[in-house]
């Protein structure tokens, strides 16, 4: 059919030693290889029969705290080795971990929280300040602090629950059971939690292999947040399968990046395309291309011009032809050293149908747009649904398609081009963020009557954010006093760059505000641009602070 992929890739799903979750993944290699690294973070080492204990450990913990198959743990910490303890504690149980993105605050926190029904939480000390900003009311029974615990406040140090003796497990945890609750904004109101299972991480990570971006003996170095799926199932499982290790850093700054990862003698660097374009953007040295650097950048967008500077300047092969999202990590790949176009996205794994359709669902001729939808030719391998939303999941699934709202094409060689997206979402800084959720924020402002939030073309690709306003009659307000409040309210990733006040907005014959007219005005003469102004959040900032 002209609307698949002419060439899918010859990859299939497999599960390593019949692992049903990475927890077995990492015990398998426990057992032929402990005492290699498995992850480096913040000085802290832990081998492969290190976190394969102590995660025995933890898990032993939670049952003695009453927590069982099917609740949920939420986790709001940075980057360390506790997290990834936590998560594999928790599939040791059938426990679903719910990772929060650390910069959530308020209402954006709160839903997450709530809507999740989590019973406990695993906590640094912002992320406790942040859940305790949110007031009582949270049905969270257990909070877990990593670092300077507080019993005065009903908290439980972690360290107490790892001190524990390890438990004996007998799991009848499957490959299609829940394994995590990770957040995804789209278009219509709040965030939506995927529901994915164990085997969308057990099965593919071979993918990547087969495609060479991982194997035996390399160290990946990755400012990659844990709470994203691409940490998890782009480069944290395909890791353990094939016994490598990460080198996981918790901030990224472009002016040491390159030199820590000579430093930690990183083989592969795995990040957002953005990374290497604030890389690139630093004053270049006699060093750049100097020995010690990784062999590959996996660096997802980044534009053709970009990969080919960068390679030019480090010495550093780049690989940003890959495709996946939260409901589905690898949906397109390509493998290292084979010819690529730059431009495109690689071709379908072995494990997924994949097609571009028109409006009415039905396939477009070869190289015409339509929006990509997938489905599974084996089981578990992709989301189940989303939580607590069976109109959105049945919305999306419609026609035994999932539908991922991204336009896309076939190139005659049969790689995937993504073109735009088809949903009115936005995209900053390896975010995915909800004009809606925006919106609803922002509304609260007592000088606010309407607001419009809309993508606007980003200097370092992806997205910037603006909002247009109109103001309520009679009130005005002040760009210094429209930051505070958006810095105080927002999640930083969401906080707008560009602020237009307009005295209406354009409208359809429904009064449906036309976003796309607003969209292609841009960032206008009238437009305030915050980073102009000199108004930024600091990495202090970001976060709460306890």
């Known amino acids: 059919?002209?609307?698949?992929?002419?060439?899918?890739?010859?990859?299939?799903?497999?599960?390593?030693?019949?692992?049903?979750?990475?927890?077995?993944?990492?015990?398998?290699?426990?057992?032929?290889?402990?005492?290699?690294?498995?992850?480096?973070?913040?000085?802290?080492?832990?081998?492969?029969?290190?976190?394969?204990?102590?995660?025995?450990?933890?898990?032993?913990?939670?049952?003695?705290?009453?927590?069982?198959?099917?609740?949920?743990?939420?986790?709001?910490?940075?980057?360390?080795?506790?997290?990834?303890?936590?998560?594999?504690?928790?599939?040791?149980?059938?426990?679903?971990?719910?990772p929060l993105n650390i910069f959530l605050r308020g209402d954006f926190l709160r839903f997450q929280i709530e809507d999740s029904g989590a019973v406990a939480a695993l906590v640094d000390p912002p992320g406790l300040s942040a859940v305790r900003d949110l007031g009582p009311g949270l049905a969270l029974r257990h909070l877990i602090v990593v670092g300077q615990a507080h019993p005065d406040l009903g908290t439980i140090p972690y360290q107490d629950l790892i001190d524990a003796a390890p438990g004996r497990f007998s799991s009848d945890t499957a490959l299609g059971d829940t394994a995590a609750i990770m957040y995804t904004s789209g278009t219509t109101g709040m965030a939506k939690g995927c529901m994915l299972p164990h085997g969308q991480f057990v099965h593919l990570a071979q993918p990547f292999l087969d495609a060479g971006h991982y194997r035996t003996g390399d160290r990946v170095i990755s400012p990659s947040p844990m709470f994203h799926v691409g940490f998890l199932g782009a480069m944290f499982a395909p890791v353990v399968a094939c016994g490598a290790t990460v080198l996981s850093l918790r901030e990224f700054r472009a002016s040491t990046f390159?030199?820590?990862?000579?430093?930690?003698?990183?083989?592969?660097?795995?990040?957002?395309?953005?990374?290497?374009?604030?890389?690139?953007?630093?004053?270049?040295?006699?060093?750049?291309?100097?020995?010690?650097?990784?062999?590959h950048a996996l660096l997802t967008p980044m534009s053709s011009q970009s990969q080919v500077d960068f390679e030019l300047r480090f010495g550093v092969a780049v690989n940003s032809s890959s495709y996946g999202q939260t409901e589905c990590t690898a949906i397109t790949l390509s493998t290292l050293g084979d010819p690529v176009d730059r431009a495109a996205s690689g071709r379908p794994v072995d494990a997924l149908d994949v097609r571009i359709v028109d409006d009415a669902d039905r396939p477009v001729p070869a190289g015409k747009a339509g929006e990509v939808v997938i489905r599974p030719k084996v089981s578990d391998v992709m989301f189940s649904g989303y939580w607590n939303a069976g109109d959105a999941t049945r919305l999306a699934w419609r026609n035994l398609w999932h539908h991922t709202g991204d336009i896309g094409r076939w190139t005659p060689s049969g790689e995937l081009v993504v073109i735009d997206r088809k949903k009115d979402s936005?995209?900053?800084?390896?975010?995915?963020?909800?004009?809606?959720?925006?919106?609803?924020?922002?509304?609260?402002?007592?000088?606010?009557?309407?607001?419009?939030?809309?993508?606007?073309?980003?200097?370092?690709?992806?997205?910037?954010?603006?909002?247009?306003?109109?103001?309520?009659?009679?009130?005005?307000?002040?760009?210094?006093?429209?930051f505070e409040f958006f810095k105080t309210s927002l999640p930083y990733f969401a906080v707008p760059r560009y602020v237009e006040i307009l005295p209406e907005f354009p409208t359809n014959a429904v009064g449906k505000v036309l976003k796309h007219v607003l969209r292609d005005r841009g960032a206008t003469a009238d437009t305030w641009d915050f980073e102009a102004l000199g108004f930024s959040i600091t990495r202090r900032d970001r976060r709460s602070t306890p």
Do not use: W
């Open 258 to 295: 390159m030199q820590q990862a000579r430093d930690g003698a990183a083989t592969v660097i795995f990040g957002v395309g953005a990374i290497g374009t604030l890389l690139l953007a630093q004053p270049e040295s006699p060093g750049d291309a100097g020995p010690g650097n990784p062999r």
């Open 426 to 482: 936005i995209r900053r800084r390896g975010e995915n963020v909800s004009s809606m959720e925006i919106e609803g924020v922002v509304r609260r402002h007592p000088s606010v009557e309407l607001v419009a939030a809309h993508a606007v073309p980003s200097d370092l690709g992806e997205d910037d954010i603006k909002v247009c306003l109109v103001l309520r009659p009679g009130e005005s307000v002040t760009a210094e006093e429209l």
């Open 1 to 98: 059919m002209a609307s698949e992929s002419p060439g899918a890739r010859s990859v299939g799903p497999v599960a390593p030693g019949g692992a049903r979750t990475i927890a077995e993944m990492v015990d398998a290699r426990a057992e032929s290889s402990g005492d290699v690294p498995l992850l480096e973070c913040e000085g802290e080492i832990v081998t492969y029969a290190q976190m394969s204990e102590r995660s025995a450990r933890l898990a032993g913990s939670l049952r003695g705290l009453g927590l069982a198959a099917g609740d949920r743990v939420a986790m709001l910490s940075a980057n360390s080795t506790s997290v990834i303890e936590m998560y594999l504690a928790c599939a040791r149980l059938g426990i679903i971990v719910v």
